[in-house]
């Protein structure tokens, strides 16, 4: 059942904004070499509120001046002109900067020999490939912030699943959970798979806010999840939850009852997709006809697999809530069935019947 | 320099200098390419293209519950992850022995238009048209743009601007009218997708045995509003698109040659028919040819094969020059296909992932890609087929099998009409694409807008179908099936930049093996064991330079205008590096002439 337990909040209340000195301008550094599909920038593009061209335009007030640095996006030229503001933040010649990662961080060290699992450009130097494990090594100590996008990033995700060959893990295993940035914040994980849109936008911002000096940093939870996105579960925002209260299951997908025998993971799951929609409001997952999988969890996938059974714990609670369930869906029927007709006064009789009195006093 | 100067005809001594682009802003991950270019005689002698990435789906999918295939593939592209889930769909299938119900299949189709409307305009107008932009022109060849400033627009009552100069400031990127309207119409598409398939990129809505979606008609007026909204885009994008890429062909005689390979084309075929397709391997071809973008290999103009079942056997996967293990002495999976014919050790049914990395040497083994190829019994080759970015083979494929006839698209053996209904502002429009005389560059991004009109218009008929369901009360979506102990599937299915497949084993109802033949490795891979050079390799090897700056500020626009018309898997823009490249103190004599075929 739902439960807010898991989200125990453990970074303080919010205060206010500190007494400093906000930045006005600010670069977006980022990396999607991780083990990933890049489907959390593809995401980022679908956000409209903000969009990214309002970012990156300026047309959000507060804001410090963002350049972002992300392939998908950038006008820039390519190659070693793509990568100069990366060198240039590797020699110190480029602060403050955020860095984004997305994909999750191979294990190099179980390679033997010259071999490399992903890489983002080459050494000028040697011409060699250089990892992402290279950059982030570089980059992390100097980066104000570091903000892990989708669930490759933040807990391995995917490619960190069992019987993986590259030993793949998320960003805060690989730092370190305690780690801290220049600006003195934990990594900000933004899961997902792939981000919700506006999950992410709305939480870049928050974070560029902070950067401006006019916001406090953003209140995250033990996984380091924004609390106010994470902090509920599938179950709780989801428009078939009421059918689980009333022990109405769907026997398979040709239904719009609760879909928690036919796989779905929602009432366990930290995730507000099917509150907020996917683009617009529109789409999402359980709410739409689609099992929740658990992709913003920090178990995702094997956890959850195989994603078409029921979950384990799921045969219980289910089992608990019928008679309740039944009970209730009678009763609210026979309520339905009689608020589903019209009062008796409403005809075409020749005779007035709806109680009405032009002298009526209380 | 004038744009419209020849080109030297007399071979000069060659200037050799490498030249790289890495990250050229990858596809899944990172794709390099190492050039060798003669800046004497202008041309480029030598290409490597190289993937530094792997991540090995088809190695932990291995033991996994086959029914989670279609969920963990997806993440396979962060854009076109919704093919891979419909193409595993495909191949589950086929392995249960399970027919989705046809409101299932139209959701599906939906969902599928929706996305290559999206993805083809995305990449399209924000990534490609930034090579053609008034900034880029500028900074490439500025005497092509003082004569697109000269250049009255053709077709300019469609799309309302003056000059080809007008239509190369509006694809400037962020500020151009183009580019900032390709990126609304990305979402209002986006929007349509998640309608059918609940999410984008990783849609949560299909199932093997049918969909979740649920069939109310809100569903489908909600595509529809949108759909008829962007519809004028459509119609004015492939009249902006022909405007500019004729341009380019009359202003800078030659162009043709860019990107320019022999005809070696593969499409696997989209949209189902519910009406015929029961996923039966025994039926493939049948069911196959019924697809509303007919399959087909087609070889110098050629129409090779229209049949799945060829089309699978044929499949070959190389290694060479891939930090890859060969699986040469593991015992096969599948030695026989369901029609008895002989299956060999190097189909995917068959192939065993062993990555090794290594350092990379591109004389001996440089990506993490393997080499795809498609064997062609009558001259006993390998063919590096490559998909034409997607659209270029599709629409070919489709024009020369001249099966597809529906209200809105018409095949007729030599071109595709596509009709598309009044919009706002323009009236019922028919377009025609015809089969080109080359599959080089500029026709590669050419069929692009016209494949998103028909996208659009396979989109109005599927409407129009399932809403006919809907209202006949035949709502049903989704099949119960049981999952067999052991079983083979296959699914053909097009990605949006070409083509995909997915071979499935199973063994005692687990996933023994699993391989995904996306479009990337078709065109990205590297030489094979024959030497034979991959798609990009091959395209941009030979290809002329016509960009104006020499070595010192070369941007190598030709070349990345050549790469990106394949539509590297994301549509990741950026675009060039500016280098000084490196002059070769060893002079090698260029041995890749201009020898198309």
């Known amino acids: 059942m739902a439960t807010h337990s898991s989200t125990a909040e453990v970074s303080k209340e919010p205060s206010r904004g500190e007494d400093r000195e906000g930045f006005d301008e600010i670069t977006i550094l980022w990396i999607s070499e991780g083990m990933s599909c890049d489907g959390d920038t593809v995401s980022l593009t679908a956000a409209d509120q903000p969009s990214i061209e309002d970012l990156v335009l300026g047309l959000i007030p507060g804001l410090p001046k963002v350049n972002l640095v992300n392939k998908v996006l950038s006008p820039s030229l390519g190659g070693e002109d793509f990568l100069a503001p990366y060198r240039a933040a590797v020699r110190g010649d480029l602060s403050p900067f955020i860095l984004v990662i997305e994909g999750s961080i191979p294990n190099q060290n179980i390679i033997e020999g010259d071999g490399y699992w992903t890489s983002f450009g080459n050494d000028p130097e040697t011409g060699e490939p250089q990892t992402l494990n290279w950059w982030i090594d570089q980059l992390a100590p100097k980066a104000w912030a570091v903000v892990a996008?989708?669930?490759?990033?933040?807990?391995?995700?995917?490619?960190?699943?069992?019987?993986?060959?590259?030993?793949?893990?998320?960003?805060?295993?690989?730092?370190?959970?305690?780690?801290?940035?220049?600006?003195?914040?934990?990594?900000?994980?933004?899961?997902?798979?792939?981000?919700?849109?506006?999950?992410?936008?709305?939480?870049?911002?928050?974070?560029?806010?902070?950067?401006?000096g006019s916001a406090p940093p953003p209140p995250l939870d033990h996984m380091l999840r924004p609390q106010w996105l994470f902090g509920r579960t599938v179950h709780e925002g989801c428009d078939r939850g009421s059918y689980y209260e009333q022990a109405n299951f769907a026997k398979d997908y040709n239904s719009p009852k609760c879909l928690v025998k036919t796989g779905c993971w929602g009432p366990v799951v930290n995730c507000n997709v099917p509150k907020r929609g996917w683009m617009a409001g529109i789409g999402g997952c359980p709410n739409v006809g689609g099992i929740c999988i658990g992709c913003t969890m920090p178990g995702f996938p094997d956890a959850f697999m195989p994603f078409m059974d029921e979950p384990p714990g799921g045969t219980l609670s289910s089992l608990a809530i019928k008679p309740y369930g039944a009970v209730i869906r009678r009763l609210r029927g026979m309520t339905n069935e009689l608020v589903n007709h019209e009062p008796r006064w409403r005809h075409n009789k020749r005779k007035l019947t709806s109680g009405y009195d032009p002298h009526w006093r209380p | 320099m004038t744009t419209t100067e020849a080109r030297p005809t007399e071979r000069k001594p060659p200037q050799l200098v490498d030249m790289s682009w890495d990250p050229i802003t990858r596809i899944i991950g990172n794709l390099g390419i190492y050039t060798k270019i003669d800046f004497a005689n202008r041309e480029v002698v030598e290409c490597h293209s190289t993937s530094s990435l792997f991540r090995g789906y088809s190695v932990f999918m291995k033991g996994k519950d086959p029914r989670d295939a279609g969920f963990i593939t997806s993440r396979i592209c962060g854009i076109c992850g919704d093919n891979h889930t419909t193409c595993s769909d495909y191949a589950q299938q086929m392995a249960y022995g399970v027919k989705p119900p046809?409101?299932?299949?139209?959701?599906?189709?939906?969902?599928e238009a929706a996305e290559y409307m999206f993805d083809h305009t995305i990449f399209q107008d924000n990534l490609v048209f930034v090579d053609f932009c008034e900034a880029m022109v500028k900074a490439t060849n500025p005497g092509l743009l003082a004569r697109a400033e000269r250049t009255d627009a053709p077709r300019g009552e469609i799309h309302g601007y003056r000059t080809i100069a007008d239509i190369m400031k509006a694809f400037n990127p962020f500020e151009g009218e183009v580019y900032k309207e390709a990126l609304k119409v990305s979402r209002v598409t986006r929007e349509m997708f998640c309608l059918m398939e609940g999410r984008h990129v990783h849609p949560s809505t299909l199932y093997p045995g049918g969909v979740g979606t649920m069939p109310q008609p809100t569903a489908f007026t909600d595509y529809l509003s949108r759909l008829m909204r962007v519809i004028d885009f459509v119609k004015?994008?492939?009249?902006?698109?022909?405007?500019?890429?004729?341009?380019?062909?009359e202003a800078l005689p030659g162009y043709e040659e860019v990107g320019r390979r022999r005809v070696l084309l593969g499409c696997w075929g989209a949209f189902q028919d519910p009406k015929v397709v029961d996923y039966r391997y025994e039926t493939m071809n049948t069911w196959g040819k019924a697809m509303y973008v007919t399959p087909g290999i087609i070889v110098d103009g050629e129409l090779v094969t229209n049949n799945l079942v060829d089309i699978n056997l044929g499949l070959r996967i190389m290694l060479g020059s891939s930090y890859y293990e060969d699986w040469v002495n593991e015992s096969p999976f599948v030695t026989h296909d369901p029609l008895g014919n002989p299956v060999d050790m190097r189909h995917p049914w068959n192939q065993t992932t062993v990555p090794v990395p290594q350092k990379r040497n591109f004389d001996d083994k440089y990506s993490w890609v393997m080499s795809p190829r498609w064997y062609d019994k009558r001259t006993d080759q390998h063919l590096a087929l490559d998909t034409g970015g997607g659209p270029l083979a599709r629409l070919w494929s489709t024009a020369l099998s001249g099966l597809v006839d529906t209200p809105y698209i018409k095949a007729t053996g030599h071109s595709v009409r596509i009709s598309l209904p009044k919009g706002e502002t323009l009236p019922e429009t028919t377009l025609e694409w015809r089969i080109p005389q080359w599959s080089n560059t500029i026709e590669r991004d050419r069929a692009r807008p016209y494949f998103v009109a028909y996208a659009a218009a396979m989109a109005l008929q599927f409407l129009e179908e399932a809403m006919g369901l809907v209202r006949a009360g035949e709502t049903k979506v989704f099949e119960n099936y049981e999952v067999p102990d052991e079983a083979i599937g296959c699914g053909f299915h097009e990605a949006v930049r070409g083509v995909l497949s997915h071979h499935l084993v199973i063994k005692d109802k687990k996933i023994a093996n699993y391989h995904p033949y996306p479009p990337t490795p078709w065109n990205a891979s590297p030489r094979d064991i024959y030497g034979t050079p991959g798609p990009y390799e091959d395209a941009v090897q030979g290809q002329p330079i016509f960009e104006e700056n020499g070595p010192d500020d070369f941007k190598g626009v030709d070349i990345m205008r050549t790469v990106r018309s394949f539509d590297p898997c994301l549509p990741c823009g950026v675009h060039m590096y500016v280098g000084k490249g490196k002059t070769l103190t060893t002079l090698h004599s260029p041995t890749y002439g201009a020898n198309h075929g």
């Open chain 1, 149 to 212: 996008a989708g669930t490759c990033a933040t807990f391995g995700g995917i490619h960190a699943m069992s019987g993986n060959p590259t030993g793949c893990m998320g960003l805060a295993d690989y730092l370190g959970w305690d780690y801290t940035s220049q600006g003195g914040l934990p990594i900000v994980n933004v899961p997902g798979c792939p981000i919700q849109p506006e999950n992410f936008m709305e939480t870049l911002v928050w974070v560029l806010y902070h950067a401006a």
């Open chain 2, 236 to 249: 004015k994008a492939v009249a902006m698109n022909d405007d500019v890429f004729d341009f380019f062909y």
């Open chain 2, 102 to 111: 046809p409101l299932a299949e139209h959701i599906v189709n939906l969902g």
